[in-house]
Nanobody
Framework: QVQVVESGGGLVQPGGSLRLSCAAS????????MGWYRQPPGKQRELVAS???????NYADSVKGRFTISRANAKNTVYLQMNSLKPEDTAVYYC???????????????WGPGTQVTVSS
């Protein structure tokens, strides 16, 4: 049993900032990576940022220089610092945890329920 929960979403004005948090808990043997995805209304889910267990990060071009993904010392927690927010950042943001099975033969994706981020004046 693995649970992934996001928090920190809300309403913010253009140019403002938000920090999203994600915590994975339960039967976690090994984490391959964690990341943030978002899904604007009527659009498909897209990768925003990810971080591997080794600390390598990846960002969508649309958020480079504005968003920063980081991981707590307890690696079941990840953050997304969002600065200079734009209306086009409005979406439901989902946290993903890619976990390795205990026998190392498969990896599994676990998703949080999402948190709404709305950027509007």
């Amino acid at each position: 049993q693995v649970q992934v929960v996001e928090s920190g979403g809300g309403l913010v004005q253009p140019g403002g900032s938000l920090r999203l948090s994600c915590a994975a808990s339960g039967s976690i043997f090994s984490i391959n990576s964690m990341g943030w995805y978002r899904q604007p209304p009527g659009k498909q889910r897209e990768l925003v940022a990810s971080i591997t267990s080794g600390g390598r990060t990846n960002y969508a071009d649309s958020v480079k220089g504005r968003f920063t993904i980081s991981r707590a010392n307890a690696k079941n927690t990840v953050y997304l610092q969002m600065n200079s927010l734009k209306p086009e950042d409005t979406a439901v943001y989902y946290c993903n945890a890619n976990l390795r099975s205990a026998d190392f033969v498969r990896a599994f994706d676990y998703w949080g329920p999402g948190t709404q981020v709305t950027v509007s004046s």
